[in-house]
């Protein structure tokens, strides 16, 4: 059964509006959640660096950068942890309470999207082992052994991270609705959820959502160039769209019809 990709796009468009138009603490959560990383800018211009006649550690802020890199990392679980309960489908947006449990979520399909990406990491990495190998005068390895080892892994990394695109985000809603961080990257059970969904509709639902991807990111690319005002901008519709995309894959995953196989967790 072909999806109405048309009705996905307009009715998570709708729920995107709902959940953030007249809603400001909402807004205002995410905005504080992206906050730290829009700082960035402004606390470390690499221009400096590029028109210095000397390199020097001290044109680096680094006690600056780790300390919004951390709070970055910190808060990300909470962006999360809301969005899991958007992948849970609930009809209504939810809210942001019951901290605790909110945080705990993020943080497991945070680290379920990560594992998806781990073999590749792994396959990339032995790549650029073999590499070096083979350009060093002394390798172990004969030159045509250690070419033919990189393009294996190359071939490798590639087919692993088109595996991971595929299913890291099936996957990351299986675990909001399961609880399960196991479940989410349950290979067999996504695979049966991806054939029910179709995997030509759910190429092109990944095509759909790539390209209104590219259109706003565009669009607030151009808007950031306005000084100072830009970077405020994107801040505050970059939740827009990340809740118009859990919204639209949380529809995708429904139009499973194994998708009920998986228990789904309240709250």
């Known amino acids: 059964m072909n999806m109405d990709n048309g009705i996905l796009v307009t009715e998570s468009f709708s729920y995107a509006k709902e959940t953030l138009a007249g809603k400001w603490t909402r807004w205002l959560t995410f905005i504080i ?11 470390f ?11 020097s550690w001290d044109l680096i802020p680094i006690r600056e950068i780790a300390a919004l890199m951390i709070a970055a990392f910190l808060l990300s679980f909470i962006t999360s942890g809301y969005l899991a309960r958007i992948y849970r489908g609930a009809a209504t947006p939810p809210e942001f309470d019951n901290w605790g449990p909110l945080y705990i979520d993020g943080i497991k399909i945070a ?22 190998l083979g350009l060093s005068h002394d390798s172990p390895l004969p030159g045509p052994l250690g070419i033919g080892l990189v393009i294996i892994f190359v071939i490798l990394a590639i087919a692993l991270a088109i595996i991971a695109l595929l299913y890291s985000m099936m996957g990351i809603i299986r675990c909001a609705r399961t609880g399960s961080i196991r ?14 969904i179709g995997w030509v509709n759910y190429i092109i639902a990944l095509v759909i959502l790539f390209v209104i991807g590219i259109v706003f990111f565009f669009a ?16 505050v519709f970059i939740p827009f769209y990340t809740v118009f995309s859990a919204r ?15 228990p789904v967790v309240t709250g």
């Open 183 to 196: 479940e989410g990257i349950r290979f067999t059970a996504i695979t049966e959820t991806l054939k029910s």
């Open 45 to 55: 211009d690499p221009e400096k660096i590029a028109v210095a006649t000397k390199f």
């Open 111 to 132: 680290v379920t999207g990560i594992l998806w990406f781990i073999p590749v990491i792994l396959a990339f990495a032995l790549m650029v082992v073999f590499a070096i």
């Open 248 to 262: 639209y894959m949380t529809r995708v995953y429904e139009h499973s019809e194994s998708q009920a196989a998986a």
């Open 220 to 235: 607030l690319s151009a808007i950031s160039l306005i000084p100072y005002v830009g970077d405020i901008i994107q801040l």
């Open 33 to 43: 959640c992206g906050l730290p990383m829009a700082l960035l800018p402004f606390v």
